[in-house]
Structure formats: C-alpha cells, structure tokens
Nanobody, 126 residues
Framework: QMQLEESGGGSVQAGGSLSLSCAAS??????????MAWFRQVPGKEREGVAS??????YYADSVKGRFTISRDNAKKSMDLQMNSLKPEDTGTYYC???????????????????WGQGMQVTVSS
C-alpha cells in the first residue's frame, strides 16, 4: 500500500517552466523499494508515461527528453518533475505513480503501476 499526493502545477505560457512534486504519506514498504513515475492524460486519450526513476536510473518519454527532469529524495519520500521549455502539447492532468516491480520502471506503461495520486492540472498556453 502507498498513498501519493501531487502538488505544484498550474498554468504557464509556452516556453515557461513548472515544477511538480509528489509526496508519499504512507507505504508498507520502504520508499526506495518503489519505482516512481509521472504520467499525464488529456481527455479522450490514454494515460501517457512521462518519466520514471528507479535506483539511480531515469527514463523519459521521447516527447519530453531534454526538457523534463525527474528526481527523488528517498529520505523525504518525495519525487519532483522539473518541466522546462513547456509546449501547449504538454497540457494535461499529471499523475504520480509507483510500482514495487522494478522491471516495469522502464516501460512507462500505466497498467504496470499500482499506486496513483489524484492528479493535477497543467495548462500550457500558446
């Protein structure tokens, strides 16, 4: 079991930056036992993997490589997503997620992640 809560997000103009955070408030296993990830979704489309972070390894969707940076602080049980050079197509509801199964960390597939935050809106205007 794990409970996740996102913070940050909001609205920004294209080319701007936003930072998202995800805090784990409860987990039955140590926080560093989980692969953590960010997903996003827009209405009518499937939830898309954005980035994930394991034990010193990060994975990114091609659409965000070079613009987004994922990080985690195991002592604080938190994860961040720094988003730079934002584009209108980055608009969506962003979710943090976790899985205890490390082999899924590189897949960025929503169905492989067990625990989810409630999601928060990021809007990038042109």
């Amino acid at each position: 079991q794990m409970q996740l809560e996102e913070s940050g997000g909001g609205s920004v103009q294209a080319g701007g930056s936003l930072s998202l955070s995800c805090a784990a408030s409860y987990s039955t296993a140590p926080y560093d036992a989980y692969c953590m990830a960010w997903f996003r979704q827009v209405p009518g489309k499937e939830r898309e993997g954005v980035a994930s972070i394991g034990r010193g390894t990060t994975y990114y969707a091609d659409s965000v490589k070079g613009r987004f940076t994922i990080s985690r602080d195991n002592a604080k049980k938190s994860m961040d997503l720094q988003m730079n050079s934002l584009k209108p197509e980055d608009t969506g509801t962003y979710y943090c997620a976790a899985t205890p199964n490390w082999r899924f960390c590189s897949t960025l597939q929503a169905g492989s992640f067990n625990y989810w935050g409630q999601g928060m809106q990021v809007t990038v205007s042109s």
